[in-house]
C-alpha cells in the first residue's frame, strides 16, 4: 500500500494527540520563573551579608547548578522536566542537568569509567566549541589590533580589557 506524502500528514494530523498549548507556557513559565526567583532570592541573601555583586550573582548560578544535580541525582529532575517543558531548560539548569544524567546512568561503572567518562558525553562537544570559538575571537582580535597598529589607528578599535 503506498500512501501519499499529503495522505501521510493527513493521517498524522488526525491521530497526533492534541497538545494543550496555553497549559504548557503556563507551566514553563511558572517553573521557569520560580527557577530564577530562587536564584534571586540567594542573589538577594548573599548581597545582604557582605558580598559584592559579582559573588554573589555567582552564589545564584551555583545554586541552580547544585539543585539541577541535585534533583537529577535523585531521579526528580527528570518528573519536574515532563511537565514544566522547558521552563527547566534554564540554560544552567538544563546544561547542568544535561551533564549529570549521563554521569548518574553510568554510576555502576564506576567513578572514572563511568561517571568521569559519560559525564562529557553531551558537555564535550559544547565545552570544545567554545573553546574553539574563544580561540578564533581572540585571533581575530590580535589581527584587528595589529592591522589598526600598523596603520595608526588604534583608538578605532575598542579595548574591552
Avoid at 503506498?2 to 501521510?8: G, H, L, Q, S
Wanted: charged share 15%.
Amino acid at each position: 500500500m503506498k500512501v501519499t506524502n499529503r495522505e501521510y500528514q493527513s493521517l498524522t494530523k488526525r491521530h497526533a494527540p492534541k497538545s494543550p498549548l496555553l497549559k504548557d507556557c503556563v507551566w514553563a513559565f511558572t517553573v521557569g520563573g520560580t527557577l530564577c526567583a530562587l536564584a534571586q532570592i540567594v542573589i538577594d541573601f548573599a548581597a545582604r551579608y557582605g558580598y559584592d555583586d559579582k559573588t554573589a550573582r555567582l552564589c545564584g548560578s551555583l545554586s541552580l547548578i547544585a539543585l539541577s544535580v541535585l534533583l537529577t541525582a535523585l531521579n526528580v529532575y527528570d518528573n519536574v522536566a515532563k511537565h514544566a517543558g522547558a521552563g527547566t531548560l534554564v540554560p544552567i539548569t538544563g546544561f547542568a542537568n544535561a551533564m549529570a544524567s549521563p554521569a548518574q546512568e553510568f554510576k555502576t561503572e564506576g567513578f572514572i569509567l563511568g561517571l568521569g567518562a559519560k559525564m562529557f558525553t553531551i558537555a564535550g562537544p559544547v565545552i570544545v566549541y567554545g573553546t574553539v570559538a574563544s580561540v578564533v575571537y581572540g585571533v581575530v582580535y590580535w589581527i584587528i589590533q595589529m592591522i589598526s597598529i600598523l596603520i595608526g589607528t588604534e583608538q578605532s578599535v575598542p579595548n574591552n580589557r
